[in-house]
T-cell receptor, first 116, second 114 residues
Framework: AQKITQTQPGMFVQEKEAVTLDCTYD???????LFWYKQPSSGEMIFLIY??????QNATEGRYSLNFQKARKSANLVISASQLGDSAMYFC?????????????FGKGTRLHILP | NAGVTQTPKFRVLKTGQSMTLLCAQD?????MYWYRQDPGMGLRLIHY???????AKGEVPDGYNVSRLKKQNFLLGLESAAPSQTSVYFC?????????????FGPGTRLTVT
């Protein structure tokens, strides 16, 4: 069964430093995708980045990059040059894609605090 | 283009009461999902739908029912609410299954069961 593990309940990071948020996943499928979402204190869910299991290169979106290590089943989010506005809850999610029964499940999240 | 909307935004129920949460999307998405978010538990999938007229159970389906009679709407029902169902409920949709499709989320419904 699909499972997402985020081992860091909370993190404190100094502004302008790089941040790595850990995510490991468990899936038996060969075809899957990995997502990261941000949830600020206002509550909305904001999509950040996606990595497909067949993508050979790590995904990048602006200051966000996904460190994908397939053999380790690891999909860590890296935020470069952190900003105060990055303070939020971050969720890793995975989707197994079988064509007609595709569901996406989430980890428990990591609360990131950026310190000025 | 409103995206994904949820009705109501807030609700307080007494134990044993019933209610229906409505999720609507105007993007012609095939897939729709209901999640609940509890402190320390992340988002847990309740039910989902891969197309009009279809539904499937997620991780925590007990105590909930769903229906997808129209492609744009996904209803979540609580037949007999319990305090354990106090949570924030999120609806999401994706264009279809397959790789690469981000989920579009609604703003959430905060439900309190007393």
């Amino acid at each position: 069964a699909q499972k997402i593990t985020q081992t860091q309940p909370g993190m404190f990071v100094q502004e302008k430093e790089a941040v790595t948020l850990d995510c490991t996943y468990d899936t038996s499928d060969q075809s899957y995708g990995l997502f990261w979402y941000k949830q600020p204190s206002s509550g909305e869910m904001i999509f950040l980045i996606y990595q497909g299991s067949y993508d050979e290169q790590n995904a990048t979106e602006g200051r966000y990059s996904l460190n994908f290590q397939k053999a380790r089943k690891s999909a860590n989010l890296v935020i470069s040059a952190s900003q105060l506005g990055d303070s939020a809850m971050y969720f890793c999610a995975s989707g197994e894609f079988r064509g007609r029964d595709d569901k996406i499940i989430f980890g428990k999240g990591t609360r990131l605090h950026i310190l000025p | 283009n409103a995206g994904v909307t949820q009705t109501p935004k807030f609700r307080v129920l007494k134990t044993g009461q019933s209610m229906t949460l409505l999720c609507a999307q105007d993007m012609n998405h095939e897939y729709m999902y209901w999640y609940r978010q509890d402190p320390g538990m992340g988002l847990r999938l309740i039910h989902y739908s891969v197309g009009e007229g279809t539904t499937a159970k997620g991780e925590v389906p007990d105590g909930y029912n769903v229906s997808r009679l129209k492609k744009q709407n996904f209803l979540l029902g609580l037949e007999s609410a319990a305090p354990s169902q106090t949570s924030v409920y999120f609806c999401a949709s994706t264009p279809q299954g397959g790789l690469g499709y981000e989920q579009y989320f609604g703003p959430g419904t905060r439900l309190t069961v007393t």
